[in-house]
């Protein structure tokens, strides 16, 4: 049997999978994707202080780690089912099912998709997408395309397509629809936004941090946002114009745009055309968490965290015995924090399996300092209220560990 | 190996030489290289279209890029429904878009 | 908190609950539903939409399938949504002497009892699908058997009977209730405040024990979990719902001769193609509590057994499964009917594995016991709930 499997070889697997290694467990890890790293691989940031955040650089740290530390690492290998059993978990895949004592999930994040009608032509897909085809693959996923959905990750990778020499004409809010809602209103868009005033050095940002202070000067930065759009990285960022609909025969062709007013309600008569040949959709990260709702795993919504997430502790702990989770599927975080909540986990479940060690308790309290601080200092925060989300869904263990279980 | 692909990145760095990979798509001869998954060869080699609905015949193409959406299934030999974002191309490897299926419970639709 | 007042209140917004919503409201009463969660969040949109008269007794059991059959053809008419409804007929296929035997008889008694069965030999079998295994020995068919979406079912009711003035209330569970033994009346209390009913219907499904507890009452009801596996769209493997005649042979006194495994979780084919060209496949029949995760043990032994039947699918794709859980009763016949001992309290629930096909009778017989009426769409001694009255199985 082995101690630990671990589901996902993203930053917060890997840095499990390593500390786990390193207290002498017999650690597997498997992941669906074709290399190690996760989401890492595409990640492609310039810090404040002018150095690249470089996250094949990084995966590459943490692959060469758990080489070194012989951690089984297999790529191409789905988790479809896992089962807990008297004294150990199942875990069903691609590949065959193996046994662990201890199961840790840390399968990441997904993408919310916006649907607009149009949205199933070749050549729409999620930022993310693209991001992957452009830092990992290294295939151009266009010439000139078009970005619909304003938020932090689409503004970063929006930047990412830049680098690489791949045009993006606009960034559009999303036609309001019943699905799309906050992320098709100007000034919800606006306050989000502002709140990553840190990743952007823009005019838009710079103007932000005044605007944050005075709700009343939001929403008359809305009411007077240029009909042109502010430039951020040389490309105008639209929030009050909207994609209606995105159009083509059998792949894209481009988009239809129209102005909006300041809830997001289309102007039909200023209706026109910007030819496209590839549109990306940004909605939004949630928590990837279906292999944790299989195990029975409680769950707690939880809007800061990015939707639903499995109830945990700061030790990373589910409710159910020998359950982990760790990185984004805990809620949406940078990879830096994934990284330091992967070490949580695996000092915690370290203790949890070898017991006797009184060492690894320090060891433990300080890798969930680690991870706060990491929090503080973040460059990229996906949710201006994730201290509020933490704290809820700690509280929801505790209260989880009262009632049953 | 230019065609469609980012050689040279200010922060990437040039991109290693690899191996040619030869595959088909719908008995169209390619070349993608190795490790490359079945999407990124197809898009480099221009091909949007990896497949079409089963139920409407509407074409489709990659969304997530990364096995969640499941938008970009195709079938490779023998194999339905492979994610072509997951699957890395091999030497040989024969891949196809599936086609329309008849859904005769539809309303409209003869029985 | 507010306190709200309704003649009729509905608990439980399954299918039960929605055919009595639209029945009771289109009868001009004035009704409420209300679920803990969503409409058909429970066992109603875990399960198969089959409207089956094929496998029921020649008598009552099967009087009330094919009742509630005509009621769904005329609701396909009269609701405003449609739900996927087809009437195809539906097929038994036989893997052995013995079960055509039985099945042979089993043809004689329906046809008897003036029903549209009958035999189907090896060829009719190779005509009905190309797929199926060629030792197959035959079958019989019951050509009023009809199909649904369950959940479309569902909704579609709930917004006919919302067009009849019904409220619909969710995400709102009752959580205790009382009755005053002065005015009558019903107080049940929720999270969103107090309601207070003239008459209260329990349609909670497996959960129908414990509301009937919250006023002492003692319902026989059990959770009886059965899986699915949805596989994905693919060629046509025939136009009708097939079972296998195999699970059936208990009712002949005989014994399956099936293998340890699916003996034991109590696997019988069930192929449902749906409109989308999705194929359903059961399915399970398992005893074990309110548990309904998925096993994955039990999900294999339905796909092996499908392969024996139609061993040219092996390589469609499983897209997903689920698991609902079966309101049993230790009859297999469900309760709809008035509490004695609560005046202007009723149970509609228990419909097992039937409870689709059996909404739209329950609906109608349930609105014709709200107004007292005498005369019945169906008769109601077999399925009162005082046939239980000295059976205790309530599960704790
Ligand atoms: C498309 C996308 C783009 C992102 N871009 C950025 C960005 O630019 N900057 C940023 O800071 N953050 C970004 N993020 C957020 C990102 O989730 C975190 O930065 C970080 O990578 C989370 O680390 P993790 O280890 O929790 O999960 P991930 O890095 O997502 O790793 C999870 C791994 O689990 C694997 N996996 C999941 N389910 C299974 C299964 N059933 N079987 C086998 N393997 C499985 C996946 O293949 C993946 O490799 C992005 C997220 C997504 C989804
Ligand atoms: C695998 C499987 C296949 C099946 N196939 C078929 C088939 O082909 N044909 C057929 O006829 N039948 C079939 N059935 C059976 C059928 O699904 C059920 O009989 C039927 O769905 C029961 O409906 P219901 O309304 O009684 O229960 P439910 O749908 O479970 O509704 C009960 C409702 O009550 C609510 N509730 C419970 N407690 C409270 C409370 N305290 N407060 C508020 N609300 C509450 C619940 O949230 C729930 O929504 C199948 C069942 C399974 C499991």
Not at chain 1, 64 to 83: M, P, T, Y
Not at chain 2, 52 to 60: F, N, P, V
Not at chain 3, 151 to 158: Q, V, W
Not at chain 3, 300 to 328: E, H, M, Q, V
Request: include cysteine; glycine fraction near 10%.
């Amino acid at each position: 049997m082995i101690d630990v499997i671990i589901v996902g070889a993203g930053p917060a697997g890997l840095s499990a999978a390593n500390v786990c290694a390193k207290n002498g467990l017999k650690v597997k890890v498997v992941d669906e994707f074709m290399k190690a790293g996760g989401r890492l691989l595409g990640q492609l940031h310039e810090e404040p202080d002018g150095t690249w955040w470089n996250g094949i650089e990084e995966a590459k740290k943490l692959s060469e780690d758990a080489q070194e530390l012989n951690v089984a690492v297999e790529c191409g290998v789905s988790v479809h089912n896992i089962k807990q059993e008297k004294s150990y978990w199942k875990v069903y895949t691609t590949k065959g099912d193996f046994k662990t004592r201890a199961l840790l999930l840390a399968t990441g994040a997904a993408e919310t998709s916006l649907p607009i009608p149009g949205w199933t032509l070749p050549g729409v897909m999620s930022i993310g997408a693209a991001q992957v085809m452009t830092n990992v693959h290294r295939v151009r996923v266009g010439e000139r395309g078009v970005v619909i959905g304003i938020n932090i990750l689409s503004a970063a990778i929006t930047r990412e397509l830049q680098l690489a020499g791949i045009e993006v004409s606009s960034m559009y809010l999303p036609g309001k629809n019943i699905v799309t809602e906050d992320a098709a209103k100007p000034l919800s868009t606006m306050k989000s936004m502002l709140k990553v005033a840190s990743l952007a050095p823009s005019k838009l940002i710079r103007l932000g941090s005044y605007f944050m202070k005075y709700e009343s000067l939001q929403s008359l930065a809305v009411r007077f946002y240029p009909k042109n759009g502010m430039k951020v990285w040389g490309m105008p960022v639209h929030l009050r114009k909207a994609v209606l609909e995105i159009v083509g025969d059998k792949k894209v062709e481009g988009v239809k745009v129209a102005q909006v007013d300041v809830n997001g309600e289309p102007i039909l008569s200023t209706e026109k055309f910007v030819p496209a040949d590839f549109v990306c959709i940004a909605g939004g990260l949630y928590p990837l968490v279906e292999l944790a709702a299989i195990s029975g795993c409680p769950f707690q919504y939880i809007a800061e965290l990015g939707g639903h997430v499995p109830v945990h502790n700061e030790n990373m702990k589910t409710p159910i015995d020998g359950l982990y989770v760790a990185g984004n599927i805990t809620g949406i975080e940078s990879a830096k924090v994934a990284m330091k909540q992967g070490a949580v986990a695996g000092y915690s479940i370290s203790m949890d399996l070898l017991k006797t060690d009184v060492n690894i308790e320090d060891q433990l309290q300080q890798a969930i300092n680690h991870v706060k601080q990491t929090r503080n200092q973040a460059t990229i925060q996906f949710h201006p209220d994730i201290h509020s989300g933490r704290e809820k869904i700690h509280a929801s263990f505790k209260n989880t560990l009262r009632t049953d279980i | 190996m230019s065609k469609g692909r980012i050689i040279d990145h200010p922060i990437l760095g040039r991109l290693d030489e690899r191996e040619e990979v030869h595959f088909t798509f719908d008995e169209n001869k390619l070349i993608g290289y190795e490790g490359e998954t079945i999407a990124a060869a197809l898009l480099a080699n221009g091909e949007r279209v990896l497949r079409c609905h089963e139920e409407t015949g509407k074409l489709r193409g990659i969304y997530c890029n990364i096995g969640h959406c499941m938008e970009c299934r195709v079938n490779v030999g023998n194999q339905k429904s492979v994610r072509a974002c997951l699957t890395v191309i091999q030497e040989g490897m024969e891949v196809k878009s599936g086609r329309k299926l008849p859904t005769p419970f539809k309303k409209g639709e003869t029985q | 908190m507010d306190s709200r007042n309704t003649e009729v209140l509905i608990i439980g917004g399954g299918v039960i609950g929605a055919a009595i919503a639209y029945y009771t409201a289109k009868s001009g009463m004035e009704v409420t539903v209300i679920d803990k969660g969503d409409i058909a969040s429970g066992t109603s949109s875990r399960c198969d939409g089959n409207i089956l008269a094929i496998d029921k007794e020649p008598g009552f059991d099967s009087q009330m399938s094919l009742e509630s059959q005509k009621l769904v053809d005329q609701l396909s008419k009269e609701l405003d949504l449609d739900f996927e409804y087809r009437a195809p007929g539906s097929i038994l296929v036989c893997e052995s002497e013995d079960e055509m035997i039985a099945a042979e008889s089993w043809v004689e008694r329906q046809k008897k009892a003036g029903l549209s069965f009958k035999m189907l030999d090896r060829n009719d079998i190779k005509q009905e699908s190309p797929y199926f295994a060629d030792d197959l020995l035959g079958g019989l068919e019951c050509e009023t058997d009809s199909t649904i979406n369950p959940y479309l079912f569902t909704y579609s009711l709930f917004h006919g009977a919302t067009k009849y003035g019904a409220k619909v209330m969710l995400r709102c569970e009752v959580e205790g209730m009382s009755r005053d033994s002065v005015t009558g009346l019903f107080k049940v209390n929720t999270p969103k405040g107090e309601i207070i009913a003239k008459k209260v219907v329990n349609a909670g499904g497996i959960w129908a024990p414990y509301i009937g507890n919250m006023l002492g009452l003692d319902i026989p009801i059990k959770p009886r979990k059965g899986h699915i596996i949805v596989a994905s769209r693919d060629m046509p493997v025939g136009m009708r719902k097939v079972m296998e005649f195999g699970y059936l042979m208990s009712k002949f006194g005989k014994e399956r001769t099936v293998d340890e495994e699916t003996d034991k979780y109590g696997v019988a084919l069930v192929f449902e193609p749906t409109e989308s060209q999705n194929f359903l496949i059961g399915s399970s029949r398992q005893f074990v509590g309110f548990d309904t995760r998925v096993d994955m043990d039990v999900v294999n032994c339905i796909a092996r057994r499908t392969i024996r039947f139609y061993p040219k699918i092996a390589d469609f794709i499983i897209i997903r499964t689920y698991s609902g859980l079966r309101p049993w009763t230790p009859d297999h016949l469900p309760i709809v009917s008035p509490v004695e001992e609560i005046p202007n309290y009723y149970i509609a629930a228990g419909h097992e594995g039937d409870g689709i096909s059996l909404a739209a009778i329950t609906g109608k017989l349930m609105t014709e016991l709200l107004q007292d009426q005498i005369n019945t769409i169906i008769p109601t001694d077999p399925i009162r709930y005082s046939r239980f009255k000295n059976v205790s199985t309530i599960q704790t």
